[in-house]
Structure formats: C-alpha cells, structure tokens
Nanobody
Framework: QVQLVESGGGLVQAGGSLRLSCAAS????????MGWFRQAPGKEREFVGS?????DYADAVKGRATISRDNAKDTVYLQMSSLKPDDTAVYYC????????????????WGQGTQVTVSS
C-alpha cells in the first residue's frame, strides 16, 4: 500500500511558477512510477507527466513542467512555470509499479489532490 499526499497548490498569477509536492508513505517508493494528472471542472482527468526511469510530459505542459523525485524523502515534485489560466485544475499524483503511463486507469494509488488556480 502507498499513501500519497499532495501539497503546494494555491493561487498564482499567469506567468508565475509553482512547485507541487507529493509525499508518499509505504514501502519501496523508489520502485514506483509516479504520475501527475489534473482535472478541471467539467473536464476529464488528464495526464500531465510521469517519472520512472525516464520522464514523460503532456504536450500541453512540455517545456513548462519538470518532474523530479527524491527517493530518500519519498517525494515527487512537479515544477511548473509560465502558468496559464488553462492550467487551473486540481492536481493529483499517482503511483503504479514499473513504468510510467499516460493512462490514469493504470495507476493504483492516488492522492487527494491539490487545487491550482491561475488568475489572468
């Protein structure tokens, strides 16, 4: 079992930056691929990026997002810059064994989400 807790969300102006954290508890964090997803009101949950032995990013955030992990702290981070109002959403981290995936249904564990609001 893995428990995930996101933090770092908030209100930011367009063009600003934000770093989200996802702290994991449980065993063998380093063996899990971690994904970041987001969901805006009335929209489907969408892939933002993932990290395993490689990183993968959605086109919508490529060049603006960086995912990193600190296995010693059992934490994964999502750094986003040049934020746009379209980035407004609840951001979730998720974990699955083995490699990362763009498909949210393939993740086994989820955090509760953290709200990011980008004002214009």
């Amino acid at each position: 079992q893995v428990q995930l807790v996101e933090s770092g969300g908030g209100l930011v102006q367009a063009g600003g930056s934000l770093r989200l954290s996802c702290a994991a508890s449980g065993r063998a964090f380093s063996t899990y691929a971690m994904g970041w997803f987001r969901q805006a009101p009335g929209k489907e949950r969408e892939f933002v990026g993932s990290i395993s032995w490689e990183t993968d990013y959605a086109d919508a955030v490529k060049g603006r997002a960086t995912i990193s992990r600190d296995n010693a702290k059992d934490t994964v981070y999502l750094q986003m810059s040049s934020l746009k109002p379209d980035d407004t959403a609840v951001y979730y981290c998720a974990a699955r064994r083995r490699n990362g995936s763009r498909n949210y249904s393939q993740y086994d564990y989820w955090g509760q989400g953290t709200q990011v609001t980008v004002s214009s």
